[in-house]
């Protein structure tokens, strides 16, 4: 995977904003997490591919869009919790994915 630089500082210091909201919200934290200082990505606006489980709904970081590397996953048990919880308002879930198709069987 090659990740690019965020667009500049003020862009770096929303992500982990938005990083230190989901860990206060009580996302876990399974990878990532902090700005990539060392070596050569240090010189530039690099972020650590990050992602979250156990996100809420209506967690903030599930909610707005982050504009960096950053994926928060949600699980649902039913199709239903998708359409209600997922996409209502339908601009409520950018870069949603389903990755189990068996659920429309």
Known sequence: VQVGP????KQLQSVDEYVQIGKSEGAKLAL?????????????WFYAPTIFAD?????RIAQEE???????VLT????????RD??????RAPGT?????????
């Open 32 to 44: 990532g997490g902090h700005p990539l200082a060392e070596g050569t990505l240090g010189s530039g």
């Open 97 to 105: 994915s389903i990755t189990e198709l068996s659920v429309f069987e």
């Open 76 to 83: 649902f048990e039913e199709i239903d919790e998708v359409h």
């Open 55 to 59: 996100v809420d709904p209506a967690m």
């Open 86 to 91: 997922y996409f209502s308002p339908p601009d």
């Open 66 to 72: 982050i504009f960096g590397p950053v994926l928060a």
């Open 6 to 9: 965020l667009i500049n500082q």
